[in-house]
């Protein structure tokens, strides 16, 4: 039996329905452990199982995801990936799924696809199942290869699952969403990335304020700190809008590093690229260093930006600032929050004018509370 009872998960930092999730689905934990090599063994044990209900209509049946991947943090569940000759034949075997403790899903937001999970109270397996062809399943084989040919992005991609479960241990969305950008960056690099990215625009978008950005931010600078364990900084911030509580943003965490002196900046570069971050090598301000997350068609949106400068640059005072202040006075914020409201309808496609209006209010803003120093953009 298909269960249809399903409603669509909202990418809280895309702004946008990505899959589509079963209610009961929305309470299951987020438990991660170190790699198990009994998963080898499970899915071989599924892969036999499958091939026998699959039978001739059966091509190959793959191992994927974390489970596949040696020396990574997983949830204990084998992802399995069945390919066939014609998926048409599928959903009449669906009893004989059943008959081994899978529940039949159906599409599962996925079109093209089947999608099966065992069981569901304590789940050890899902199946996606697609027709020869499909680019989902090169999409699936290709991040798993790259994954096990480049051992410092499987470990940047462990630890950045590590540190969201601990943020959002029984919020799968979240935890979902917070991993999305770096496994588009991915899925970029090896030229597997789906339409919707590859076309997806820049635009500057205002959404609501969202309680989880906080946490979004602090399980990055988490995953920052653990890959940088032996560089040296000052400070590590949650800046902009996003840790602002109830003010509408720009759905993209801003994390400010301080470091004692911008000679060592080059040391970050190779780090942050592990995790996702494309490094903006033509910025003409070299004591501010740029990293950005997600921007298209590297990802499907901007969910990240990184700043690195030196502890002694204005910048970083500033900014820090700011934010404080608008933590604090609720008329500067909802001034500030009009003010974006408005030009994000005038400047959608123009992030320079967008920024370079919204200074004027900042710098108007820091010298009423007394900030004398030069202030950049």
Request: with cysteine.
């Amino acid at each position: 039996m298909v269960n249809n009872q399903l409603e669509p998960v909202y990418d809280l930092q895309a702004g946008k329905d990505f899959t589509m999730i079963d209610p009961e689905e929305k309470m299951r934990k987020v438990e991660l452990k170190a790699y198990d090599p009994e998963w080898i063994q499970l899915f071989e044990e599924s892969s036999r199982e499958i091939k026998q209900i699959l039978k001739k209509n059966c091509i190959a049946v793959h191992h994927i995801g974390s489970t596949a991947i040696p020396n990574i943090y997983a949830k204990s569940i084998v992802d399995v990936l069945p390919v066939v000759k014609d998926i048409e034949l599928i959903d009449s075997l669906n009893s004989k799924f059943e008959n081994l403790g899978y529940v039949c899903m159906g599409e599962y937001g996925i079109a093209g696809r089947r999608f099966y999970w065992k069981s569901r109270n304590n789940r050890t397996h899902n199946i996606h199942l697609f027709e020869q062809g499909e680019p989902e399943i090169l999409r699936h084989l290709r991040f798993r290869d790259f994954m096990l040919e480049h051992e410092r992005y499987a470990k940047a991609y462990s630890v950045l699952k590590c540190c969201l479960a601990e943020e959002f241990t029984y919020d799968i969305e979240n935890y979902v969403n917070g991993k999305s950008s770096f496994v588009q960056m991915i899925d970029y690099q090896t030229e597997t990335a789906r339409e919707i990215q590859l076309k997806a625009q820049d635009n500057i978008v205002i959404h609501p304020y969202n309680p989880a950005w906080p946490k979004l931010a602090a399980a990055e600078i988490k995953a920052i700190k653990t890959m940088t364990d032996d560089l040296p900084f000052v400070s590590i911030e949650h800046i902009g809008s996003t840790a602002v509580p109830e003010l509408s943003s720009k759905p993209i965490i801003d994390i400010f590093i301080a470091i004692p002196s911008i000679d060592e900046a080059k040391n970050w570069i190779a780090p942050l690229e592990s995790l996702g971050y494309l490094y903006w090598k033509e910025n003409p301000d070299k004591a501010h260093l740029r990293f950005f997350k997600g921007m298209p068609p590297f990802g499907e949106r901007r969910t990240h930006h990184v700043h690195l400068v030196e502890s002694s640059n204005n910048t970083f005072e500033h900014r820090i600032l700011f934010r404080d202040i608008l933590r604090r006075d609720k008329k500067a914020r909802l001034d500030y929050e009009a003010l974006k409201l408005g030009l994000s309808q005038s400047h959608p496609t123009d992030r320079e004018d967008y920024t370079d209006s919204k200074f004027k209010f900042i710098e108007a803003v820091l010298r009423k509370y007394g900030y004398l120093k030069p202030i950049a953009r």
